[in-house]
């Protein structure tokens, strides 16, 4: 496949490694050759202030790698700790393409904005839609911690 772009980034905190997080990585790989994964860290997480438990840092990054294996995606990927919203994106030249969810997107923007006051070209971002659950209502974390959902999206109970 010839992929748009030689660098893609990504980020996430991938807890409860679910359907909508397959999306967006998919997605990634589709239009990079490598794709730049930044994965909260524990700190960061405590600062987003979630309303549920979050699993550390080790169980997420095994369960992030787990799936690239299993998808034959891990040589070209490349895990990065975050510890803030934009990582490597608002310095890295080599980066040419953000993809998003529609709830981070306002974030990318930002992103584009440092970038442009650094005097670096604005990265192309792609915004990917959030993955529905049965009910029609988005597939979270949120939502899996409650009980409501499963990591496909369907209904528990």
């Known amino acids: 496949m ?6 893609a980034a990504v980020g996430g905190t991938f807890d409860e490694f679910h359907k909508g997080h397959r999306s967006i990585l998919r ?7 490598k794709v730049i994964i930044g ?11 979630k309303p549920h438990v979050v699993d550390p840092y080790e169980v997420r990054l095994r ?22 919203p934009y ?32 005097g670096l070209k604005p990265l192309e971002i792609i915004v990917v839609n959030m993955v529905l ?7 979270s974390t949120t939502r899996i911690r409650r009980g409501e959902i499963d990591r496909e999206g369907r209904l528990i109970g």
Do not use: Q, W
């Open 2 to 7: 010839n992929r748009k772009f030689k660098v």
């Open 27 to 33: 997605k990634a790989f589709e239009v990079g050759e």
């Open 39 to 49: 994965l909260c860290t524990d700190d960061f997480v405590k600062r987003l202030n």
């Open 63 to 84: 369960n992030l790698k787990l799936f690239l294996k299993r998808n034959n995606l891990l040589e070209r990927a490349e895990i990065i700790p975050l510890n803030d």
């Open 87 to 118: 990582g490597p994106t608002i310095n890295d030249e080599e980066v040419e393409v953000l993809v998003v969810s529609e709830e981070t997107a306002p974030t990318a923007y930002k992103i584009n904005e440092l970038r442009k006051r650094k």
């Open 133 to 139: 659950a049965e009910d029609e209502k988005t597939i």
